[in-house]
């Protein structure tokens, strides 16, 4: 894979605007719940819930959720085989028991010695290790579908023993580390609470799968019983972070990348597969056979299913604001982020076309809804903000004025309050009124319906845009508006969807296609990083341990790592001679526009010595050059910040010399099994995420000992 392919997919993005809807399997948030599985309100009865889902209830029983019953076959009856005497077999399982205890149901369920949950008899001669993701609905479809048959056949008949590993994919599902850490303060209660934790994030993900997850988590964990004050501490302090990610460590050192993955008596077997599956996997092992047959072959790419248009809630108080006629024939719905710098791109370049040529002559009936998202910390008072100015009739107004304003008050914490107070005021409001109203709940919850709302509809970026019903995301240009406009109509524009995804869907299988004969694999051992023309390094060149990371300046994970850990890193690691760090290029081009551009402004500035500082000036400035069309304005006024001299750093940034080499990292991460950023190499070792800094400590330990 190339940089040129890398680029080729941002143009497919961005021509295709209907193919966020093909992305439904697998988005994080914006997945639907498993088959059968419907979300319930998080203040509903519990206990009668898991009753009629066929489950045994709350005094002590196991709570498997009721999904298969409801919308997929019934597990297939096991026959069990006869346990050979195998000494391989039975030594498979040598896992060490802390404590266990015995459900309702008659199943061994308890923690291991390293505080992993399990279900099963511990002397069991098959040992089924699962990497889990609680928000990947495919982990909910085997939880809902493949566990229960296990439950009551292999698991209870004394075959099989399940020990639970958290695997959160957060790159892609934002809460799944959250939930992971919940299960655990639930299981402080013993491990049948863990369970029942375990079924009831998976049954009602659609619940929690939004930017304030432990509101949720402690509703679930009031209604099943639990010690509220010593939950709800647990969950806000994230007690068990660090346990969470040393999970994914070892999942990634054992070579796991995606979610469910197993190991069957070490034996790999990937994915939600069905019963009858791990029905043939037990019963070969048992027999002293190999797996590998088991392993069911890939689907063939199935007809994609054409979507239809979905209903959204346009009661006055389920909308932020709407302007134009109730009966124009198109209809287009906005879930907005006010921090967005793309939602800011189409607020100022895209939307006063839409209102003056659409809205004002009756083509067009405009709603505005509210979409935050947790990796922009004030964008949820902002919405607060603006819904606060329209209670005094000025919400376009104090629309208009906090995205223009958003490089003043992103990134000021509580701070931003004050200056929406000024905006306001210098919009003539009231000010009592408007405080008022900033300090109360209400809005609040008004926003928080919509996230759910929005989560709910398949919403997984912002600026996300309903036409008619009809999904499309991203800063579009006026010119697609105006055509998906005409086809509503002129009554075209179910047929231009389903004609669109048809494509898309053909274009995407003979792209995944090439992709997988050309991407590497990831990396199961060491691989040999180099590190003498990089684009810099700080340490001591003879350190025993060396980092390479691999990062994007516009990706707000590698700003976290950047804020949060990579300090801890230096002083450490670094600054005492144990560590040599050493930074690589990986624009994410298809999602960070301006990534290769800011790659370029640091190594312009390493020609005067200065690399770290434009490096750390361009991570803590991420919000304020991030999105914007001409960056370099924003570069340029850094370097004079940290005494460059301007004209030799301009005329570097303007000739583009570097970008031969930023694309030279980019590609050779790519043949390293990079996938995302930030990744790092200890000692060659992959590393991937913006892991906390427990995690390090432990895999530089780890490889200090090797």
Request: proline share 7%; with cysteine; hydrophobic share 40%.
């Amino acid at each position: 894979m190339s940089l040129k392919m890398v680029q080729s997919k941002t143009i497919f993005c961005l021509i295709l605007i209907f193919l966020v809807l093909l992305l439904a399997a697998c988005g994080g948030a914006a997945a639907e719940p498993a088959a059968g599985n419907t979300p319930r309100e998080a203040n509903a009865d519990l206990q009668e819930w898991l009753n009629s889902q066929g489950t045994a209830g709350l005094s002590g029983e196991d709570g498997v959720t009721g999904e298969a019953a409801e919308g997929a076959p019934p597990a297939p009856t096991f026959t069990p085989s006869p346990v050979v005497a195998d000494t391989a077999v039975s030594a498979a399982n040598t896992t060490e028991i802390a404590n266990q205890t015995t459900d309702a149901n008659g199943i061994t369920v308890g923690f291991t010695v390293d505080g992993r949950p399990f279900k099963g008899n511990p002397d069991a001669p098959i040992l089924i290790e699962e990497f889990s993701d609680y928000q990947c609905p495919f982990c909910a479809r085997w939880a809902s579908q493949t566990l229960p048959g296990l439950l009551a056949n292999q698991i209870a008949n004394g075959q099989v023993m399940l020990v639970y590993y958290d695997f959160p994919l957060s790159s892609i599902h934002p809460q799944a580390a959250a939930a992971a850490n919940a299960a655990r303060c639930a299981g402080e209660e013993g491990a049948v609470t863990y369970w029942q934790f375990h079924d009831v994030l998976f049954a009602r993900m659609g619940e929690w799968s939004h930017s304030d997850p432990n509101r949720s988590f402690i509703n679930f964990a009031t209604e099943l019983g639990l010690d509220e004050a010593g939950f709800t501490e647990c969950v806000n302090s994230n007690r068990y972070g660090s346990q969470v990610q040393a999970d994914v460590q070892l999942g990634q050192a054992r070579g796991v990348s995606s979610t469910p993955s197993f190991f069957l008596n070490g034996n790999a077997l990937i994915g939600a597969q069905p019963s009858e599956v791990f029905d043939q996997a037990i019963t070969m092992l048992l027999n002293g056979e190999s797996i590998a047959a088991a392993q069911p072959p890939q689907p063939e790419p199935q007809e994609m299913e054409i979507p239809t248009p979905v209903t959204i809630a346009l009661e006055a108080e389920d909308v932020a604001f709407a302007l134009g006629d109730p009966n124009a024939p198109v209809q287009i719905v906005e879930f907005t982020d006010y921090q967005c710098p793309y939602c800011q791109q189409h607020s100022v370049e895209t939307l006063p076309r839409i209102l003056q040529e659409m809205v004002a002559n009756g083509r067009v009936y405009y709603v505005f809804k509210d979409f935050p998202l947790d990796m922009h910390p004030e964008a949820r008072v902002a919405a607060k903000a603006v819904r606060c100015g329209g209670e005094q009739e000025a919400f376009l107004e104090m629309h208009d004025a906090v995205f223009n304003s958003q490089e003043q008050w992103a990134g000021q914490g509580e701070a931003a309050g004050d200056i929406f107070a000024s905006l306001a005021a210098d919009l003539g409001l009231d000010g009592d009124a408007f405080a008022a109203c900033y300090q109360s709940s209400e809005q609040d919850d008004l926003v928080q319906a919509n996230v759910e709302e929005a989560i709910a509809l398949g919403v997984g970026s912002t600026p996300s845009f309903f036409f008619n019903g009809y999904l499309a995301s991203g800063a579009l240009p006026f010119d697609s508006f105006e055509q998906i406009v005409a086809w509503g109509e002129n009554g075209e524009l179910a047929a231009q969807v389903e004609a669109n995804v048809r494509a898309a869907y053909a274009a995407q299988q003979a792209q995944l296609q090439q992709q997988q004969q050309q991407v590497p694999p990831t990396p199961a051992g060491p691989v040999d990083v180099p590190t003498d023309d990089v684009a810099f390094a700080i340490g001591s060149p003879d350190a025993p341990i060396t980092i390479v990371e691999y990062a994007d300046y516009q990706c707000p994970f590698c700003s976290r790592h950047f804020a949060e850990v990579y300090p801890q890193l230096m002083t450490q690691y670094v600054e005492t001679g144990l560590v040599r760090y050493v930074f690589k290029d990986f624009p994410l081009t298809s999602i960070h526009p301006q990534a290769v551009a800011a790659a370029e402004a640091a190594r312009c500035a390493g020609e005067q010595n200065a690399y770290l500082e434009m490096h750390d000036a361009l991570f803590a400035n991420q919000n304020q050059w991030s999105g914007q069309a001409n960056p370099a304005t924003f570069f340029i006024s850094y370097a004079e910040q940290i005494g460059l001299e301007p004209t030799p750093f301009t005329e570097c940034l303007e000739s583009g010399r570097y970008q031969t080499a930023v694309e030279a990292d980019l590609n050779e991460g790519i043949n390293f099994g990079v996938r995302g950023t930030p990744t790092f190499f200890i000692n060659g070792h992959i590393f991937v995420g913006a892991q906390p800094i427990e995690a390090f400590e432990q895999m530089i330990t780890a490889v200090q000992n090797q």
